[in-house]
Every structure is written in C-alpha cells, then in structure tokens.
C-alpha cells in the first residue's frame, strides 16, 4: 500500500503546474512582472538553500539560456540581422523548439521543472531576456556603426545624435516653420 501511495503522491506532484506570479486588484487578476526572485521560487520553493548557493544555481541557468539562444541562433542563420528582430517577432514554432530545449538543459542539470510552468513563464523570460540584451546590444552596435562613416575617416561618436525628444522638437519645429510660410502666402 505505501508503494502505491508514493507513487501516487510523485504522479500529483509531477502534474502540479506554476502558475505565473499575479495579484488581484479591484477583482481582477493581473500578471506580476517576472523577477529574478520568481524564477528562484521555482527550484527552490521553500528557501531552503542559502542565498549564495541560490545566486549561483541561477547564474548557471542563465548560461544555460545563453547556450539556447546560441543554437537559436544558429537555427535562425546566425547572420547580424538575427538579433535586430524582437524577441515577441521570432517564428513561434524556434522559440517552442528553443524553450524545450532550455528546459532539457535546465532539468538535466539541475532536476528543476521548468517545464511545469505554466504557458513556460519561466524558461520564456529567461530566453527572453537573454535574447533582448543581445538585441539591444546590436542595436548599439548599429548606432556606432552609424555614426562612424568610414568615408571621412573622422570619428563622431562624440557628437550627439538626435533622440526621440530631439526628433520631436524639429518636428514641431518644422511644424511652426510651415505653418508661418502657409500664413506668410496669405
């Protein structure tokens, strides 16, 4: 009989599903934002490890999303042009096929069930997060790009390049100068 029971306790502990962090305000039910310390809730749920060896498990999965995203990219082409694409815009099928893989990685190493939670919260952020700073690092690197010509030769990554607030005032600007030409033909 206890062989049975155990089993049956390990069979609705492998069904259990993690639910997404949220909270309730005025009746509704609103995602949290993913932090760091939701992810460390799912491998060790009742902070029973010390917080060093916590930072460490975490830093290691984040090098396993590292690795992913790795062979995302090279599933993708792994051209320069792969990391200008947003994380929501990559093909749905690559990134199911990349998140199963993180999560493989993840519970081979570590026995953690990524693949418990639900709508895979955890192993998304994460890819997703690894994704965007390498986004948004191409997109820095674009910019330098830009801003150096090496026709010229001279350097001018020491001028300052219009922002959107700057694109906004020369856009009124251009505005009140077409609207007093348009008053000036009058």
């Known amino acids: ?38 992810i460390m809730k799912v491998f060790d749920p009742m902070r029973k490890m010390d917080e060093e060896r916590r930072e460490a498990i975490y ?26 694409t947003p994380w929501k815009l990559i093909d749905s099928d690559m990134k199911a096929e990349a998140i199963e893989t993180f999560n493989q990685f993840v519970f081979e190493k570590y026995t953690v069930q990524f693949h418990r939670c ?21 997109a820095r690197v674009d910019k330098r790009r830009r801003i150096q010509t090496p026709d010229d030769g001279i350097d001018k990554s020491s001028r300052t390049v219009p922002g959107p607030m700057d694109d906004i005032q020369c856009r009124l600007l251009f505005q009140d100068w077409s609207i007093r030409e348009h008053h000036d033909l009058d």
């Open 1 to 38: 009989m206890d062989g049975q029971n155990s089993q049956q306790n390990l069979a609705t502990q492998m069904a259990v599903i993690i639910r997404r962090p949220n909270f309730k305000r005025n009746g509704r039910t609103y995602s949290h934002r993913i932090k760091k310390d939701h």
């Open 118 to 138: 639900e709508i895979d919260w955890c192993a998304n952020h994460m890819l997703g997060e690894r994704w965007r700073s390498r986004h948004c690092y191409r």
């Open 59 to 84: 830093t290691s999965i984040d090098n396993l999303a590292n690795t992913a995203i790795k062979r995302l990219e090279k599933n993708l082409g792994g051209d320069t042009m792969t990391f200008s």
